[in-house]
């Protein structure tokens, strides 16, 4: 990266962090210093052993964010920002919402493949990744109208189930209560976004309540403008509608969600950079301007959500019963220009010289589409025992089936070379049924002193029909393609735990394991490949051991530290066959596919450090946090590379100050920031992650429930590579601003 240009960013997050803060601690000095009881920690209850309790008191690592701090924040908007607040991890941002994929404590990623996600990712306890495209990522109505954000580091096999290796995220949406309350919220930001949400709670009687929601955002303009369509790759647009109705009468609630999400997000945006010296064609090289990138095929993605669940809870008095029922369906769209340029832009290249004498460029007419259908439906029963002389206890069954459609779609001109083709469109069915049953039990041996054991048998079976058509004929093309198979597996993972408190500190020592699921590569590539794609992959499993700390240094400092050690058994990794366009061995696209690269052993330490306090007449809170990553694979051919997609270091910061102004008004501002440092992109361990730091910046105003603010998300605008390739790279977002009123009642 150019140092030149991160020091600007540094620079401007810098003057504007003195600017902010000098304004913040004019409002705070200027103002009376009301009387006030002293300030607590926030503590934030949640449902990581599938019953309510303190983070704090919770014997494994973890991050949660409750509704005060979200709103703090400005609201979640997205993955990324969610998970910039959360040590050790990583998001492998492909610049499309959809594709791209969370990492906790180095779990593998496989973007553009069949395989699932390494992360567990779920919505009020139900787990909703799946499918092609779009299921290792939340989706934009996830993060509306929230209660709690739950994050597990760790392997969570146990409890929450397959693909929890590197940790699991549950993001909870608030419930209907039996206070007449809501919020009304309007936005208006650079680039023509416009956003406004409006959220009821009304109690019908004492058994009766509804909360009803709508969210509509609208971007029409952006960073990445396309002059050839006169579009912006990262124009924005999504609507969310939610009802929910809530029924409780003695021992008995039940709860029934419906909810419709619609979304246009940012397609792909990347930048064709052929440096001098790499291409016969362009022995000069050429480049696009990564804010102008002149296509003729469109660059966009769709995706709409539609979701239903039914919560059934019953006190038995001696346990409480839970069923969860669910049912989400999740159509994704991703259309991209395959050739990344234009006849315009062709034209150009070979007007300035740039093309060798007698050499041909090559067709801008090559367009791409993915097309992505995935139902899931989801059952949980558990039953969790009251403490009864120091023994704890639950039991569950959980049932997954995921039914996914996907069509991906390469489309050109015809020529001699692809048999005067126009093209071809590759099918699949992918049908994915799972059941488990899970259970755990604990004993309090003294009253600081606990053992608990977790444990969950899996049974998957997974059933595949692929093939590739050609569009003229509708025969079937290439080889490789026609698939009809299936496997079945079955898994046990489990978790050990011994805590000990003193002295109002928590230590801890667990061994765990989870797995994440095997399956298919839906294309086998070209014969003429350098690197042969296996048909198959089996699962990745791990097993974890880990030993932490937490507790409070003085009253109103929390702190929490963990180490692990994670050895993994038939790694999930990404890469690709070799092929090349241009290449004479193989001169066609890479097809990427994932496979088992071998043992692997990953190890690191995280910090998070919670404080409150007095300061200048308002409260501060402050959290810290920070995580060293290592590890290497331990076999196979890749033996002694690093695992893809890993920082070494990254760290997160935020800070909440309010403080009243007046008799009336309140003054508050809010800084967040992370980086990472170090870490590579690929298996191949080139290119390295490009680091970054950034700062997010929120202030403003509030009078009993009316709050007016102002923000910069990446107020540094630091410029950084999200993704790099032999001829293409893919950029963050440069900085954002815009203003907010928000009234509550």
């Known amino acids: 990266m150019d140092w030149r240009m991160t020091a600007r960013g540094i620079m401007n997050a810098r003057r504007t962090l003195r600017d902010v803060s000098l304004a913040a601690l ?61 040590p050790a991890v990583n998001f492998a941002n492909t610049s499309n919402p959809v594709t791209s994929e969370v990492s906790i404590r180095g779990s593998g990623t496989s973007r553009a493949t069949a395989a699932d996600a390494a992360v567990g990712l779920y919505r009020n306890g139900v787990y909703i990744g799946g499918g092609y495209v779009g299921g290792r990522t939340f989706s934009k109505p996830d993060f509306f109208d929230v209660g709690r954000i739950e994050v597990l580091r760790g392997v969570q096999g146990a409890l929450n189930g397959r693909n929890a290796v590197g940790g699991a995220v549950n993001v909870v949406s608030a419930r209907p209560s039996q206070r007449q309350e809501g919020f009304a919220l309007v936005e208006a930001a650079n680039n023509k976004r416009f956003e406004g949400q409006l959220v009821v709670n009304q109690p019908i009687n004492e058994n009766w309540a509804i909360r009803l929601g709508a969210n509509l955002m609208k971007q029409s303009e952006g960073f990445y403008y396309n002059p050839i369509r006169d579009e912006y790759f990262d124009r924005q647009e999504s609507e969310v509608y939610r009802a929910q109705v809530r029924y409780e009468n003695g021992p008995f609630s039940a709860n029934l969600l419906l909810e419709h999400g619609r979304d246009q997000l940012p397609g792909l945006m990347y930048q064709l950079m052929i440096p001098a010296g790499t291409n016969a064609t362009y022995p000069r090289g050429v480049f696009q301007d990564k804010y102008r990138v002149e296509w003729n095929h469109p660059s966009s993605a769709k995706q709409q959500v539609n979701y239903a669940e039914l919560v ?155 093939t590739r058509l050609d569009f003229g004929t509708g025969r079937s093309t290439g080889t490789g393609f026609n698939i009809d198979t299936g496997r079945e597996t079955d898994d046990f993972s489990y978790n050990v735990t011994a805590s000990y408190k003193v002295d109002g500190w928590l230590a801890y020592g667990k061994v765990g394991a989870a797995y994440r699921a095997g399956g298919f590569n839906l294309a086998l590539g070209d014969p003429r490949q350098p690197t042969p794609i296996p048909p198959t992959f089996n699962d990745e499993k791990a097993t974890s051991y880990e030993v932490g700390l937490k507790g409070a240094i003085v009253p109103r400092v929390f702190l929490s530290l963990a180490a692990y050690r994670t050895d993994v058994d038939d790694l999930l990794v990404q890469t690709d066959n070799g092929c090349r366009v241009g290449l004479p061995q193989c001169p066609v696209q890479a097809t990427a596919f994932v496979f088992n690269a071998g043992k692997a052993e990953l190890w690191g330490f995280e910090a998070e450090l919670n404080a409150v306090a007095e300061l200048l007449g308002g409260t501060a809170r402050v959290t810290l946090g920070g995580s060293r990553q290592g590890g290497e694979i331990k076999s196979g051919p890749d033996k002694g590379k690093k695992g893809p997609q890993r920082p070494d270091w990254t760290a997160t910061f935020s800070l909440n100050y309010l403080r009243p102004i007046t008799d009336e008004w309140d003054g508050f501002f809010n800084l967040k920031g992370n980086g990472r440092w170090g870490g590579v992109q690929e298996i191949a361990q080139t290119p390295e992650l490009y680091d970054y730091q950034l700062l997010d910046v929120r202030a403003g105003v509030r009078k009993g429930g009316l709050e007016l603010s102002v923000y910069s998300n990446n107020v540094g605008d630091e410029s950084y590579i999200v993704f790099d390739a032999p001829t293409t790279r893919r950029w963050n977002i440069p900085r954002t601003y815009g203003a907010q009123i928000r009234y509550a009642w």
């Open 26 to 86: 004019c409002c705070a000095i200027a103002g009376p210093a009301a009387a006030q009881a002293a300030p607590e920690l926030e503590e934030v209850l949640v449902t990581a052993r599938k019953r309510e309790e303190s983070l704090r008191e919770i014997p494994a690592a973890g991050t949660a964010l409750g509704a005060e701090q979200i709103q703090a924040m400005g609201g979640i908007a997205n993955t990324q920002a969610l998970l910039s607040n959360v």
């Open 312 to 466: 059934l809870e019953y006190d038995l008095g001696f346990a409480a019963l839970t069923s969860t029922t669910s049912l989400r369906e999740r159509r994704s769209q991703n259309a991209y220009d395959r050739d990344a340029t234009s006849a315009e832009f062709l034209a150009r290249t070979a007007a300035a010289g740039l093309v060798a004498p007698g050499a041909v460029q090559g067709s801008p007419d090559l367009g791409g589409s993915q097309n992505d259908y995935a139902r899931i439906l989801f059952q949980d029963v558990h039953i969790v025992g009251e403490k009864v002389g120091g023994l704890s206890w639950l039991a569950g069954f959980e049932y997954y089936d995921l039914n996914d459609k996907y069509q991906n779609t390469l489309a050109g001109p015809p020529t001699a070379a692809n048999g005067r083709s126009f093209g071809t469109v590759g099918v699949s069915r992918l049908d994915f049924v799972s059941w488990a049953a899970y259970g755990s039990i604990g004993y309090d041996f003294t009253e600081t002193f606990n053992v608990t054991a977790e444990g969950r048998y899996t049974r998957d079976d997974k059933d595949l029909i692929s």
